[in-house]
């Protein structure tokens, strides 16, 4: 059961307040304030940061994914466990652009569709905030990863792999099939929480004292 509003502020009271308790520092102070002040941004400015922290956090992760794949990692023994600090630099040389198109992209209509497909399932009103930032990620996901499966396929396979563009659809149908797991669960257990902990770090209050 994820964890409500009701919950942090009581840890707040618990880990803020109590200078004899261990979870009484600054860090603890910050990551509990995250929940409550941080989540979401709430000008045009932090939005851009936002967004831009979170293009090019999801598309490290694919970049990784799809690298270690383009290596032959999965096929050897250990699969992805064989793998090495060589994957992460050149996923990194590919995010420096992939990120920026992931950013474009979302902000045109990744987000807006995702909003959408959140409000059809939750209402902020009743429901769980939990639960709608789920559905709003989950819409988001829907879209935004056969839409970069379909860049990633085009200048990939077709451009600087020399494919037919006959085959596109077949390429980018198998893509799709490729990436969604991994979109899927590095979205909602990685990339997103990880995206709010950094933006948090950055644009929090000094409330602790």
């Known amino acids: 059961m994820p964890f409500d509003n009701s919950f942090f502020k009581w840890y707040k009271i618990y ?26 941004p709430k000008t045009k400015f932090q939005g851009a940061v936002f967004g831009l922290l979170m293009s090019y956090i999801m598309a490290f992760g694919m970049e990784v994914y799809n690298t270690a794949i383009k290596m032959g990692f999965n096929l050897k023994a250990g699969s992805f466990s064989s793998m090495t600090n060589i994957v992460f630099w050149e996923a990194l040389k590919e995010t420096l652009y992939m990120g920026a198109i992931v950013f474009v992209i979302s902000s045109l209509f990744g987000n807006k569709i995702g909003e959408r497909f959140a409000e059809k399932y939750c209402n902020p009103q009743k429901d769980n905030p939990y639960f709608c930032r789920i559905m709003r990620q989950a819409g988001t996901i829907a879209i935004m990863c056969p839409t970069m499966s379909l860049v990633a396929t085009i200048l990939f396979n077709i451009i600087l792999g020399g494919s037919s563009w006959v085959n596109l659809p077949a390429i980018w149908a198998g893509t799709v099939i490729k990436n969604f797991p991994m979109a899927f669960f590095w979205n909602m257990f990685a990339a997103t929480g990880l995206t709010r902990i950094i933006f948090g770090l950055i644009f929090r209050k000094k409330k602790c004292k």
Do not use: R
């Open 15 to 40: 880990a803020c307040s109590d200078k004899h308790s261990k979870a009484y520092n600054s860090l603890s102070c910050t990551l509990i304030f995250l929940q409550e002040e941080f989540l979401m």
